[in-house]
């Protein structure tokens, strides 16, 4: 049976509104129910994570041009206008008659009247060129980003606060990129020469990251899915973001090394320190959700690691099993994942600045007890993907204050290194390097 791609992203659409559900998980749960053509499961997609990308922009046409209360507007209507005026405006290659035509029959089947409220809404859009005069840039600087970028006007002014207005600007408009696939090769199993070459055979287009020579962006696939890239099942290769990478080619991983992964679910990091060891030495994986280990262990699995085994554990919790013994500790904090909006927009929307302090104490405690596994001479690696020096250097700076033992490693010539979309083409992401001292 044809799907209707259009009809299956409002359903997501509403769901996410009324379930109050991450938008990648309802997308994924949704799309592996059906057989769906690749063209259709790809216009879903980009209808979906566009509207959320734009929500408040979009919102802020609907307002603009509906002589009706916005609150008393249907909510699955709200979501059919959405779709529509992200077609208009984003989506060049859909006919602007095939737009309008598809709402009105979405509107349609809720009701009559609904149908023609939609037609008169986004054919008032196209009269008018498809512009609506936005606020005042010069006058309303905060309301104007707030609108044309859709975060939230606290976020806005946070970021400006941060980096100042100009940078935050270009740090809004990169995250509502869609991110390249990135790869990193399991060196372990082939040659990066070796995989490269059999990329290039099955006609996929790639880049070699600066930042981590295993890393490769996927520029185009060729048609091909994740699953039928040359290499997958012989676990040649890992889905992994660039600024993740990270983490484990600057911790100095050496053969032998004993590492514990403190926050370690999905297992990007712990999978690619396994590989590094060159099935020497041993991973400790852990993570406080059951459920989430199995997303390790399927990954170890896949990529044919002998030398990680997962665990489950609380962060929190200090094991004195193991205090003073490791070579290297990662500490993938949890955090409030400001730097991961262009993959879950929804993050935008569902953060306060309360729940973004509300972190900070969680943090400062795993970094605490997960340093006291570090041995003499060994290395605690602190991570986050958010973009807020209050969970990032100001966490690591009041370690260092309350821990003397410990000492800041440089990295590329910098104390810290923070990784932004709109310079690095990666997630948003923070890295500290620290050092135990071998004696006081």
């Known amino acids: 049976m044809k799907i209707n791609a259009r009809k299956l992203s409002l359903r997501i659409l509403d769901e996410i509104e009324q379930m109050h559900e991450f938008s990648h998980v309802v997308v994924g749960k949704t799309l592996n129910q059906y057989d769906i053509e690749p063209s259709d499961r790809r216009l879903t997609s980009q209808l979906v994570f566009g509207v959320l990308e734009n929500k408040l922009l979009l919102d802020y046409y609907i307002r603009k041009l509906s002589a009706q209360r916005f609150s008393r507007i249907d909510r699955s209507v709200v979501n059919i206008l959405r779709m529509g005026f992200y077609q208009l405006q984003f989506m060049d290659r859909i006919p602007e008659s095939a737009t309008v035509n598809e709402s009105v029959k979405l509107a349609k089947s809720?009701?009559?009247?609904?149908?023609?409220?939609?037609?008169?809404?986004?054919?008032?859009?196209?009269?008018?060129?498809?512009?609506?005069?936005?606020?005042?840039?010069?006058?309303?600087?905060?309301?104007?980003?707030?609108?044309?970028?859709?975060?939230?006007?606290?976020?806005?002014?946070?970021?400006?606060?941060?980096?100042?207005?100009?940078?935050?600007?270009?740090?809004?408009?990169?995250?509502?990129?869609?991110?390249?696939?990135?790869?990193?090769?399991?060196?372990?199993?082939?040659?990066?020469?070796?995989?490269?070459?059999?990329?290039?055979?099955?006609?996929?287009?790639?880049?070699?990251?600066?930042?981590?020579e295993e890393g490769l962006l996927i520029e185009s696939l060729n048609g091909l899915s994740v699953r039928q890239i040359p290499g997958f099942d012989e676990g040649e290769f890992a889905i992994q973001d660039i600024s993740s990478m990270c983490v484990g080619k600057l911790a100095g991983v050496k053969e032998g090394d004993h590492i514990l992964d403190v926050c370690a679910a999905p297992g990007g990091k712990a999978t690619h320190v396994a590989t590094l060891l060159n099935q020497t030495g041993k991973v400790i994986a852990r993570d406080l959700h059951v459920d989430k280990l199995s997303l390790i262990e399927e990954n170890a699995t896949r990529l044919k690691l002998n030398n990680l085994v997962v665990e489950q554990y609380d962060?929190?919790?200090?094991?004195?099993?193991?205090?003073?013994?490791?070579?290297?500790?990662?500490?993938?904090?949890?955090?409030?994942?400001?730097?991961?909006?262009?993959?879950?927009?929804?993050?935008?929307?569902?953060?306060?600045?309360?729940?973004?302090?509300?972190?900070?104490?969680?943090?400062?405690?795993?970094?605490?007890?997960?340093?006291k596994y570090v041995?003499?001479?060994?290395?605690?690696?602190y991570s986050t993907c958010t973009l807020n020096s209050h969970e990032n250097q100001e966490v690591v700076d009041n370690f260092l204050a309350l821990n003397p033992e410990f000492e800041l490693e440089n990295i590329l010539g910098q104390n810290y290194l923070t990784l932004f979309p709109s310079v690095n083409q990666t997630d948003g992401f923070f890295i500290a390097k620290l050092r135990r001292k071998m004696t006081l």
């Not at 009559?112 to 840039?137: C, D, H, M, T, Y």
């Not at 809004?172 to 990129?177: A, D, Q």
């Not at 962060?315 to 400001?338: H, N, Q, R």
């Not at 041995?375 to 690696?381: A, I, R, S, V």
């Open 110 to 212: 809720i009701s009559q009247a609904n149908g023609s409220f939609v037609n008169g809404i986004l054919r008032n859009f196209i009269r008018n060129g498809k512009k609506v005069e936005l606020p005042n840039r010069k006058q309303h600087p905060i309301t104007y980003m707030s609108i044309m970028y859709s975060f939230p006007e606290w976020l806005v002014e946070f970021w400006i606060e941060q980096y100042g207005i100009l940078f935050a600007e270009k740090l809004m408009y990169s995250s509502n990129k869609t991110p390249k696939l990135s790869l990193r090769i399991n060196t372990s199993r082939v040659t990066i020469d070796d995989f490269k070459h059999s990329l290039i055979e099955a006609g996929v287009e790639f880049s070699t990251s600066e930042l981590v």
């Open 375 to 381: 041995k003499p001479g060994g290395t605690l690696m």
């Open 315 to 371: 962060a929190m919790s200090l094991d004195e099993t193991i205090i003073d013994k490791m070579d290297i500790v990662l500490v993938d904090a949890p955090c409030s994942g400001l730097g991961i909006i262009r993959r879950k927009p929804d993050i935008k929307y569902n953060k306060t600045l309360e729940s973004l302090n509300e972190l900070i104490p969680i943090q400062n405690e795993i970094l605490a007890v997960s340093s």
